[in-house]
């Protein structure tokens, strides 16, 4: 096995373990529910933190450079270290308040997680580079869903849980630190400059590309964040509910090599845009098959699960291609910090619709980010200049 593949393999498997307090939350909320007697709102603010807390720690990283002042390796352990201490006070602390800051610690704690971990990878990558981003965001989606295996696995209480998480989390961390080795083509981290944010906004090429991830975005961490509590009411089960969940978010790991390996084959935009078809078509059906029969409901999940972050690493490498290369750095934080506050909106949004009109159309609220998003990759297509098949 080559060098690049080997490491490939370590920071895949590290960050599916180091990403796994994302939805640690998530996969327990109805316990928590239960305990601390949340409302819906409230209960959505447990992950709203988190995404907020990532847009702080990547902004806070660009600015200073964190990536060039340590190794990603070891930004990624000091990442990891810090996400499983907070997953683990939540059990300590027992309270919605205190939760609230650890989710919040968490989220900027991850941004030490996993932008590092494309770095790293990146460095050992030039020529099939898709593919590679696609395997890392693979890995991003079945560490997001692992929670929700573990709870279906053992059925257990809230805090087993969630001191499990953190011990893997750690484990992840130290894994991309003791195995993980810096590649040929290690560069300098791009960061971010804010007197360039006027030419940036000037490029409709940037334009267009961060609004197919807006609207990407629209959809994917609203999904993730409720899809347990949706299988929650369509099955009795509660084991099979969980295990439906990680299904679904984990089929998106084959979703994102897929397209990863159809992006170098026919283009970014055409490879985001197919996602984009099937999961905002997925998005319009899924909710109102809650009552269906359970392999149906299943397997409209599936198909959602598998499409809804298949584009996710296109968006990215398309802004590398169509925006200067001196004004990269900026570029991708803007994208990034706008698209993960638009997150926000739709996490709170969904049990809101839902209460009052049910999961359909709770969903097909998600489903305006790709039809958004779609129009933005055909106008990408058809630019004279639009990024081509490596």
């Given at each position: 096995m080559s060098d690049r593949r080997r490491q490939l393999i370590v920071l895949a498997v590290?960050?599916?373990?180091?990403?796994?307090?994302?939805?640690?939350?998530?996969?327990?909320?109805?316990?928590?529910?239960?305990?601390?007697?949340?409302s819906s709102a409230a209960a959505s603010w447990l992950t709203i933190a988190v995404q907020i807390g990532f847009v702080i720690g990547a902004v806070l990283s660009s600015v200073i450079g964190l990536a060039d002042?340590?190794?990603?390796?070891?930004?990624?352990?000091?990442?990891?270290?810090?996400?499983?201490?907070?997953?683990?006070?939540i059990v300590v602390t027992d309270a919605f308040g205190p939760a609230l800051i650890a989710r919040l610690v968490t989220g900027a704690a991850l941004a030490g997680v996993y932008p590092p971990a494309l770095k790293a990878m990146s460095s050992w990558f030039v020529t099939g580079r898709g593919l590679a981003l696609g395997i890392m965001i693979g890995a991003l989606t079945v560490g997001s869903a692992l929670p929700h295996l573990?709870?279906?696995l053992g059925e257990w209480s809230w805090k087993p849980l969630m001191l499990v998480v953190a011990g893997l989390t750690l484990l992840g961390g130290a894994m991309a630190d003791g195995f993980g080795k810096d590649g040929p083509h290690s560069a300098k981290a791009a960061t971010f400059d804010r007197s360039q944010v006027g030419v940036i906004l000037r490029d409709r090429?940037?334009?267009?590309?961060?609004?197919?991830?807006?609207?990407?975005?629209?959809?994917?961490?609203?999904?993730?964040?409720?899809?347990?509590?949706?299988?929650?009411d369509a099955f009795e089960s509660p084991r099979r509910?969980?295990?439906?969940?990680?299904?679904?978010?984990?089929?998106?790991a084959a979703g994102?090599?897929?397209?990863?390996?159809?992006?170098?084959?026919?283009?970014?935009?055409?490879?985001?845009a197919q996602a984009l078809r099937w999961s905002g078509a997925a998005a319009c059906i899924t909710g109102f098959l809650v009552n269906a029969p359970a392999i149906v409901v299943l397997a409209a999940g599936?198909?959602?699960?598998f499409w809804?972050?298949?584009?996710?690493?296109?968006?990215?490498?398309?802004?590398?291609?169509?925006?200067?290369?001196?004004?990269v750095g900026t570029a991708l934080t803007m994208q990034l910090a706008a698209g993960f506050t638009l997150t926000v909106f739709t996490i709170f949004l969904v049990p809101v619709v839902r209460d009052a009109a049910g999961w359909g159309w709770a969903f097909v609220l998600l489903t305006a980010g790709p039809i958004v998003g779609l129009v933005a990759m055909e106008s990408l297509r058809r630019r004279p200049d639009a990024p081509t098949t490596p």
């Open positions: 590290a960050l599916v373990l180091a990403m796994s307090p994302w939805f640690s939350t998530a996969a327990v909320l109805g316990q928590l529910r239960e305990r601390w007697d949340l002042r340590l190794a990603p390796r070891r930004l990624i352990f000091y990442g990891s270290a810090l996400a499983a201490l907070a997953n683990a006070s573990l709870n279906a090429g940037f334009r267009l590309a961060s609004l197919g991830y807006f609207g990407h975005m629209w959809e994917l961490y609203a999904m993730w964040a409720w899809i347990a509590a949706f299988y929650g509910a969980s295990l439906a969940a990680f299904a679904v978010i984990g089929i998106g994102s090599i897929h397209a990863g390996r159809r992006s170098d084959l026919v283009g970014r935009p055409q490879a985001a599936l198909v959602w699960g809804v972050v298949a584009d996710s690493a296109q968006f990215s490498a398309i802004v590398t291609e169509v925006v200067d290369p001196r004004y």
